[in-house]
């Protein structure tokens, strides 16, 4: 599929472009609805023996006409919506939100998380209408909100798995197409068959209460903080460089011992409550007279369980800003030996971009919807996450991040994903080329 993808690949990069010229940050529905009537119309337009709908989250699912539940079936799924970004990060000619691009690259907000994967589902779904491929019980998915706080649209996807959405009677497989590519000297394509959980509190108390808990929480890396009142100016701003709660340890997050170390009348600002994915990178001090409430926002991205966090929490009066029960990683580990998936990787042999086992430090649609999926399924249901986006770059100069500054596809990894891809879907038997 190398060749193929080669000589149709500007019309991947068309759709990319478009999509990532359609700001979609999570907090501003209006503008995620605009990316996703994009979609909707492209979806539409090349597919016209699917049904195209929005179901009760505005994921936008597009399915065939005859679905064949007594064969493998496979859902393709990325999300469309994307963390904000403050421009004064990124480093010229980058911009969040105008798409810079050149022979190598595009750079701009969302292009690898997970615009990358959006675009692969309109690429595939508009060489499938032009007769260039066929397609078997194959289902496009598009989710409206992975990002951020609060609600999380996938799980209507999830709940609504084997009612109104179809289930194998065989097998039901699930790829997730978010950024696993690793780009530079010895590009990968990274395959998730576990992710770590992502389990998020606030707990609001004065400083001396906070350091405390924060101390005793070894496992919690804070995101954001914020006092119960500000002062009218704050008497230092500290800046650190941004990035994905996941990939930015605790200890190596500054605001960390700043929490630990400030004193019981300090005031402290930091971060968005609602923006919990990333690291601020900006911390402002000031001093209050008297000890001030303040609200500490704590992530747990391990893979411990949601027993184990409960047990952690003891005693400390803590609000759930995820809904624990969607917040668990799924793990495929123990399954995937001898998989439908495993076999088909195998089969496959060598490929453009070389296939490597991973977990995935972060968390996606596939753990929400096996959260909130009928439990007698699972058993018949197999989530991996592999996408042609890329991971941050931290090596390079200056650095590409996923959820900071520079965010980047790389093109050259990107295309040979893609085809990997394509020769992954074509081994389970759902992506042919066409006879015609």
């Not at 911009?95 to 690898?112: C, K, T």
């Not at 996941?246 to 170390?261: D, F, K």
């Not at 005693?315 to 001898?338: N, Q, V």
């Not at 991040?401 to 990997?420: P, V, W």
């Amino acid at each position: 599929m190398e060749a193929f993808v080669s000589t149709h690949a500007s019309r991947y990069l068309a759709h990319l472009r478009n999509l990532a010229a359609l700001p979609s940050v999570f907090t501003r529905p209006r503008d995620v609805e605009k990316a996703m009537g994009y979609c909707k119309k492209v979806l539409v337009s090349a597919l016209p023996d699917y049904t195209v709908i929005e179901d009760e989250g505005q994921n936008l699912i597009a399915l065939p006409a005859s679905v064949d539940l007594k064969k493998k079936l496979v859902y393709l799924s990325a999300h469309v919506d994307t963390v904000d970004a403050d421009h004064t990060e990124w480093d010229a000619p980058f911009s969040p939100f105008v798409p810079y691009e050149d022979d190598h690259e595009i750079v701009g907000r969302g292009v690898s998380d997970c615009k990358a994967g959006v675009a692969f589902q309109l690429f595939l779904a508009e060489l499938a209408g032009k007769g260039r491929l066929c397609l078997d019980n194959l289902i496009f998915t598009i989710t409206f909100k992975e990002e951020g706080a609060g609600h999380k649209s996938a799980v209507h996807m999830g709940r609504a798995l084997g009612k109104t959405l179809p289930v194998s009677q065989n097998e039901t497989l699930l790829l997730v197409l978010e950024n696993t590519v690793t780009a530079g000297a010895s590009p990968s394509l990274g395959l998730y068959t576990a992710e770590r959980s992502n389990f998020v509190i606030d707990v609001t108390g004065p400083l001396a209460e906070l350091r405390h808990i924060l101390s005793g929480l070894a496992a919690w890396n804070p995101v954001c903080i914020y006092p119960e009142a500000s002062p009218d100016a704050w008497a230092e701003v500290l800046t650190q460089k941004g990035g994905h709660v996941c990939s930015v340890p605790r200890n190596q997050n500054m605001l960390t011992e700043i929490i630990l170390n400030a004193s019981d009348s300090d005031l402290l600002c930091a971060g968005a409550p609602d923006s919990f994915g990333v690291i601020p990178t900006e911390i402002k001090q000031g001093h209050a007279p008297v000890p001030t409430a303040h609200t500490l926002v704590l992530s747990n991205r391990t893979f411990d369980s949601l027993d184990t966090v409960r047990r952690q929490l003891t005693g400390i009066p803590y609000r759930e800003l995820k809904d624990f029960s969607i917040s668990p990683g799924m793990d495929m580990r123990d399954r995937w030996p001898g998989s439908t998936f495993q076999r088909a990787v195998e089969t496959m042999g060598p490929q453009p971009l070389e296939i490597t086992l991973d977990h995935n430090t972060g968390i996606s649609d596939a753990s929400t919807i096996v959260n909130t999926m009928v439990p007698s399924l699972r058993d018949r249901f197999f989530p991996v996450v592999a996408g042609p986006g890329a991971r941050s770059q931290r090596r390079v100069s200056p650095q590409r991040l996923t959820h900071g500054k520079n965010e980047t596809f790389d093109k050259q990894t990107g295309i040979r994903a893609t085809a990997t891809l394509f020769n992954l879907l074509r081994e389970l038997g759902v992506v042919g080329k066409s006879r015609a």
